[in-house]
């Protein structure tokens, strides 16, 4: 296998993201989030739940005194702040801010035991109690982090030391774990590290990597069931007690690992941990050239998109666990759909569409990008959501605690803070998502304004995309080539986009259409320009009739982006809101927060009556009300609750 088959990601060197829009979310990254985290690790947040991620390491490398604090996988919120400085450090270069990861990464080998072994909590709390309880206590989810923080600093950098440290970690997990009489025949109750080995294989090629994710991935499930075992080693002890003792044992389809993922035919469980190992399962299946985990990924894939993912690219639709549901029932109000499980449903799609270029992943993960992802993070990128409901009502939170998990405003930091990071290092690294470099074409998946520069044959083709994506319809992707290159471009047909239309020079763009992808083979000069137009209307959504949440209802989207109403705009009692099927849409371009954000005008119902705070509760007969003609103010999701608290939804009743 060579490294061309190996690596299909672009050099992040290599690519500068020019986009006005997501452009600006890195710059916040780089100036703003990075260092407000910094602070949050360290415990200089105000008003914010401590972390104490730094003084832990500090502790088990022995450089302070004091006691374990925080969540037992608190080690991952550091990993995963040096893999967002990485990807940052690409984009820019800031010796101060290298410096003070250096510092870090100094702190983290400190920490890291003789023997290879590296996890504070169990280094500082719990130091013979290793190993015990892969179930629950996220060993080796922490260790994935850290491989994909070590993996991304040297992608960065060149820098060996996180590596080297990753992988002395990675050796000795592959000591402690397989099939050998004196091993562990287990396997995380979190995935995250089967993702993280085949990223280190990556970059090592050492084989050993590959076999332990294969061991992981084909052990899952097994008979007898290694859960059960040990927990009755370490004497039917459990670490976590929300939902009673050892239920993250009993529940095993929870860690999807009530049986072999052969035989798994729905998405279920907690949904980071499904995403994440999927994600793992269709690395090792291209590199595997595994025909079987490849129909493994495209059938839990189908069940998850078709009947359990949100309009917004969400998916985990209940609060108990963090967890899908059954299938169609995606409730918008007590929705879970954590920010990290669409940040691992983007990682899922990107490995699919490595493992065959299909623009129906690339469809789903730009869904989640510009949506729930956006959403997890405020303007000022110093507040965050964890869970991303599709409809608040906020005068009921306080008092109904089916909604406790929903929070009306962004937060500033959490307990578990799993989140911020995770936003942070997917932004950082927005570039390994906008393209696939294959041998025989290079494949154009989202239109975020970037240039870049790759590979082909003993030649370099550089392209430009610009434009103002996604507020406008139309596309430049002009070509940099100081010597003529013969490729094929293969460029994304969005299926929100009803009629694109593609000029090569000013011609009709002519290719073949595979699996959502116009494919242009010819021989690219310098100074050659596509034009490509993607009619934006806004487009009328209805869900499928199994989908009782949104009976009746209809959804804006326009481009990628789902649309609201806020209480801001249209003022209170959303629900007596409607948007009849006749009504027309107007675009108005956005002022103060909304700066160069196209939103939506529509005329609208408002059901109204006269004092209804002293009418009857229920009638008999209907109530006097009338509808009152308001127009209706629309404005992209991702963007609510940047204006304080109040009232907001996506699914709207239709007159």
């Known amino acids: 296998m060579n490294q061309s088959e190996i690596l299909q990601d672009v050099d992040l060197h ?15 990254v780089r100036d703003v989030v990075i260092p407000y985290q910094w602070d949050a ?3 200089r947040i105000a008003e914010a739940d401590p972390s104490h991620a730094i003084a832990n390491f500090e502790i088990a490398a022995g450089r302070k005194d004091g006691e374990f604090y925080g969540m037992v996988f608190q080690d991952s919120d550091v990993a995963k702040w040096l893999e ?60 994935g982090h850290m491989i994909e923080a070590g993996v991304a600093f040297f992608q960065a950098t060149g820098k060996r030391r996180l590596l080297d440290v990753v992988c002395r970690f990675a050796d000795h997990i592959d000591s402690v774990f397989g099939p050998g009489e004196n091993q562990l025949h287990g396997y995380p109750g979190h995935p995250e590290i089967e993702l993280a080995l085949m990223r280190l294989y990556e970059v090592t090629e050492n084989p050993r990597y590959l076999r332990l994710v294969n061991y992981f991935v084909e052990e899952r499930g097994a008979q007898p069931h290694f859960y059960d075992s040990e927990y009755e080693k370490r004497g039917r002890t459990s670490h976590w007690h929300i939902h009673g003792p050892a239920w993250m044992v009993k529940d095993k389809a929870y860690s999807q690992a ?11 469980g907690h949904a980071v941990r499904f995403v994440y190992l999927m994600a793992g399962v269709a690395h090792l ?19 998850m998109v078709q009947r359990q993912l949100y309009i917004t690219g969400g998916i985990g639709a209940q609060s108990s666990g963090e967890a899908f549901s059954s299938d169609y029932d995606l409730p918008n109000d007590t929705v879970y759909a954590e920010s990290c499980a669409s940040i691992g449903l983007m990682m899922f799609a990107r490995r699919m569409l490595q493992m065959e270029a299909d623009s129906r992943f690339a469809d789903v993960m730009e869904r989640a990008l510009y949506n729930t992802v956006l959403a997890g993070m405020a303007l000022d990128g110093k507040h965050f959501f964890y869970v991303n409901p599709l409809e608040v009502h906020p005068k009921s939170l306080a008092f109904n605690h089916i909604y406790d998990h929903v929070k009306p405003v962004r937060q500033r930091w959490f307990g578990c803070a799993c989140c911020p990071p995770n936003i942070a290092r997917l932004l950082a690294s927005l ?31 550089g392209l430009k995309i610009s434009g103002d994506y996604p507020w406008h319809e139309q596309v430049e992707i002009a070509i940099r080539a100081p010597q003529p290159v013969t490729h094929t471009l293969a460029l994304r047909l969005p299926d929100w986009c009803a009629n694109p239309r593609i000029s090569v020079n000013g011609e009709n763009g002519a290719g073949d259409v595979r699996k959502g992808y116009l494919h242009i083979h010819r021989e690219w000069c310098e100074g050659d320009r596509i034009t490509m137009t993607l009619p934006m209307p806004v487009r009328r959504v209805y869900g499928n009739p199994l989908l009782r949440h949104v009976a009746g209802k209809v959804a804006l989207q326009r481009g990628p982006l789902v649309y609201c109403l806020e209480e801001a705009d249209n003022g209170a009692q959303l629900h007596n809101l409607r948007l009849p099927e006749e009504s027309s849409f107007n675009l108005i371009q956005g002022k103060g927060i909304f700066a160069h954000k196209v939103l939506i005008q529509a005329d609208g119902l408002r059901m109204a009556s006269q004092q209804p705070e002293q009418q009857a509760l229920y009638h008999y007969d209907s109530a006097p009300v009338c509808a009152q ?8 999701w991702f963007s609510w ?3 304080g608290e109040g009232e907001m939804r996506i699914w709207v009743d239709e007159a």
């Open 258 to 268: 009530h049986q072999p993922l052969a035989l798994q035919q729905t998405a279920i």
């Open 41 to 43: 690790l360290n415990d």
């Open 629 to 636: 003609p308001q127009t209706l103010t629309f404005i992209p």
């Open 431 to 461: 570039g390994h998502y906008l393209y696939t470099p294959q041998p025989d074409a290079l494949y154009v998946h989202l239109y975020v304004g970037n240039e870049l520069e790759t590979q082909v044959g003993d030649n370099i083709l």
């Open 84 to 143: 967002a400085v990485a990807w940052s450090l690409c984009q820019k270069p800031d010796p101060e801010l290298e410096k003070t990861a250096d510092e870090v990464i100094e702190l983290v080998e400190a920490a890291q035991c003789a023997d290879g072994y590296l996890n504070t909590y169990f280094t500082v709390k719990e130091p013979g109690k290793r190993w015990t309880n892969v179930a629950e206590c996220h060993e080796l989810y922490c260790a």
């Open 14 to 28: 290599k690519l500068h993201v020019t986009d006005a829009f997501l452009g600006q979310y890195q710059r916040l």
């Open 641 to 643: 609750a940047n204006r």
């Open 285 to 303: 299946a291209r590199l595997h050239k595994d025909e079987e985990k490849r129909q493994i990924c495209l059938r839990l894939w189908d069940n």
